[in-house]
């Protein structure tokens, strides 16, 4: 489901990714660690097809990124859930709007759009803020937010980016209990973060990353 | 739908720059169809102008019936050709005689008639162009027993300078502000874009295509060329209401002026489309 081979990325001389190559199967939930600047969120990049690798190649969702034409990224995009460090939500729109846009795009019916919406917000607890707007929540409920955006349109792939690094424990566990929930279901989950809890007692796998190196994987 | 939606709302949040858009559409616009009014009016006041014109054929001196015959059956079988009459020297000499009156001493200087047989002949007052008229006249000249062919010739010419004259300048402002148009519609699609440029990458990972990313731009510039268009054709109805209505009022000799009503649902539709392509010449060569 999404497979790496050989796949660098320089930033102006600097090696953010050198020679990484990783594999995680479909219907896995892995996880990616290691110190920050990493290489972590320049991976997710890559396979978010934001980026693309100097080297190598990459494979997400049954695609070869290389071989896409433009017009079809925002395809393979949409199997791709995607929760971004930065969260990414548009602060002039609703919280409602913000998840919804996902569906909009996808060219939903309004009446399915409301439910979807409203089931993702029971999901992560915020049914009450649905007519916030972001800045008026705090960055663990931007998060959340961020992580109901990300499920709402049923992606294949999963791609979660330190989803629990603004949440205090009842949240985390809440969060990735959601993510398990739908790795059952049958979504490829890949979530990078620094907290060791989180892969401790529940990953199958896990690659440490470090300066852009892989130096580890742990089944 | 959705695109729909946020063209209104991009529409209504930027009211100012829209409206200021809108508005600098409107003039332009006004001023194009103004300069279409002209055009228009000139052409038809000259379209009729033929008609008025009296064409003179002056025979040469000892042409036999049989001739004046021809010619005066090939001049009638011209389809431009309303009526001719045969003017005798004879009659010709009466006609300035009686025009002469008391002076009509001028004349017995001459021992035998000076004048000469000619033709009046009068163009038809529907669908005859200026062009048909020279080529008629050419054509007339040309016959043997024809001396030559006497019309308002310096008044056509000039006439005729000044309608080409008139359409090339109408032609190229019509470019100017045709181009103008598209550029402030460009410009104001693409501010407007750049203003929600962050936006559109969320929009873009989230996976909306090109077009989804673009349609409201392409609406939004619509709206603003048809809502432009909309204040052009205002501005031309105040302009027939306030100011020709007054001015034909005052100075007769301004009735023939008229605005043709085709032009005021014309302009939402050309400001439409100037403005659908000036967000497309905006947008167009957007990359993923
Ligand atoms: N657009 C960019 N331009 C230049 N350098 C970049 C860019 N993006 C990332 N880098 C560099 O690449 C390296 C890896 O960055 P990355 O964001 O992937 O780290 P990370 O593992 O996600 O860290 P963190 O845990 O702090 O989020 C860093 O040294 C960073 O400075
Ligand atoms: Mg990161």
Redesign the pocket.
């Known amino acids: 489901m999404i497979e790496l081979e050989n796949v660098s990325?320089t930033?102006?001389g600097?090696?953010?990714?050198s020679n990484v190559s990783l594999k995680v199967e479909r219907g896995d939930m892995a996880f990616?660690t290691?110190?920050?600047?990493?290489?972590?969120?320049?991976?997710?990049?890559l396979l978010y097809l934001a980026?693309k690798p100097d080297e190598g190649t990459i494979t997400i969702a049954g695609c070869n990124a290389a071989d896409l034409k433009s017009s079809s990224i925002p395809l393979v995009r949409r199997n791709i859930g995607v929760v971004f460090?930065d969260f990414k939500l548009l602060n002039n729109k609703t919280v409602y709007d913000n998840i919804a846009l996902t569906l909009r795009i996808r060219g939903f019916m309004e009446r399915e759009i409301k439910e979807r919406v409203h089931s993702v917000l029971k999901m992560v607890n915020l049914r009450h803020k649905v007519d916030n707007y972001p800045l008026t929540l705090s960055g663990g409920e931007q998060q959340r937010i961020t992580i109901a955006r990300s499920i709402v349109g049923e992606p294949t792939v999963m791609l979660a980016?330190?989803p629990t690094g603004n949440l205090d424990e009842e949240n985390e566990k809440e969060i990735m209990r959601i993510f398990k929930q739908i790795n059952t279901k049958g979504t490829t989950i890949l979530i990078?973060t620094?907290n060791r809890a989180l892969y401790k007692n529940t990953a199958r796998k896990v690659f440490f990353?470090e300066g852009?190196i892989l130096k580890g994987e742990e089944e | 739908m959705f695109s729909l939606r946020l063209a209104l709302q991009s529409v209504i949040k930027e009211k100012w720059m829209s409206l200021l858009s809108m508005l600098s559409i409107g003039v332009m616009l006004f001023i194009l169809v103004s300069v279409a009014v002209i055009v228009y009016n000139v052409e038809k006041l000259t379209a009729r102008l033929p008609e008025r014109l009296t064409v003179m054929v002056i025979l040469k001196d000892g042409v036999t019936s049989e001739e004046n015959k021809a010619v005066l059956a090939a001049i009638k079988a011209e389809p431009t050709v309303k009526v001719v009459t045969f003017v005798s020297k004879e009659k010709a000499l009466d006609e300035l005689r009686r025009s002469l009156k008391k002076d009509d001493f001028i004349l017995k200087g001459f021992a035998d008639n000076p004048l000469f047989d000619s033709f009046d002949v009068k163009i038809k007052s529907e669908g005859v162009r200026v062009d048909d008229v020279k080529r008629l006249i050419q054509k007339i000249k040309s016959m043997k027993a024809v001396d030559d062919v006497e019309y308002g010739e310096a008044l056509m010419d000039s006439v005729y300078a000044l309608k080409s004259g008139l359409r090339a300048l109408g032609l190229s402002i019509g470019i100017v502000f045709v181009c103008s148009v598209t550029f402030i519609c460009y410009t104001t699609v693409k501010i407007l874009f750049y203003r929600h440029k962050e936006e559109i990458e969320v929009y873009k990972l989230l996976g909306a295509t090109r077009w989804f990313v673009r349609a409201p731009f392409f609406i939004e510039g619509s709206i603003i060329g048809i809502l432009g268009g909309v204040m052009g054709s205002g501005m031309l109805m105040g302009f027939y209401y306030y100011f020709l209505r007054k001015l034909v009022a005052d100075i007769p000799m301004f009735t023939f002026m008229s605005i043709p009503v085709q032009f005021m649902y014309l302009l939402p539709a050309v400001g439409m489309l100037l403005g659908l392509g000036g967000s497309v010449l905006a947008l167009g060569r957007l990359k993923y």
């Open positions: 990325k930033y102006g600097h090696a953010a990714l990616i290691g110190p920050s600047g990493a290489g972590k969120t320049t991976l997710f990049k980026e460090q980016d330190e990078a620094h990353l852009g």
